[in-house]
């Protein structure tokens, strides 16, 4: 998943030179992933990687997982950007290097509420 997402922002986004000079990569924060079907090892599994949206703090990205035009797993992800020295590259600079719309995603907001709640739990313990 990390060489779909890299391979997403510096292909299919277009990232430039400038970035690849600043050495700019996307950091994960959190991962769900489901499994609908096994995928074997050494299966060939194509990746289709999109942005789901961005909030004041997290880019959202879903992979979804193919073989042989199957779809085996779906996952979501969500990160920040940064630089090799680790400085978080502001949502609002990003914003503006990705180029598709973002749409309101209602399961999404789903899952960033039960992140939250898992965060809250977590602190209470």
Not at 105 to 125: A, F, P, V
């Amino acid at each position: 998943m990390d060489l779909a997402r890299l391979d997403f922002f510096i292909y299919a986004q277009g990232y430039d030179k400038d970035s690849a000079k600043q050495r700019i990569f996307p950091l994960l924060q959190g991962i769900e992933i489901s499994f609908i079907e096994e995928i074997f090892p050494f299966s060939s599994v194509e990746v289709q990687t999109k942005i789901l949206g961005l909030d004041e703090k997290y880019c959202y990205i879903e992979h979804l997982f193919y073989v042989d035009k199957r779809l085996k797993a779906h996952a979501r992800a969500r990160g920040v950007f940064v630089t090799h020295g680790k400085k978080r590259i502001p949502i609002q600079e990003l914003e503006q290097q990705i180029s598709q719309k973002l749409l309101k995603n209602k399961s999404l907001e789903k899952w960033k509420e039960y992140l939250h709640l898992k965060k809250e739990d977590l602190n209470s313990q």
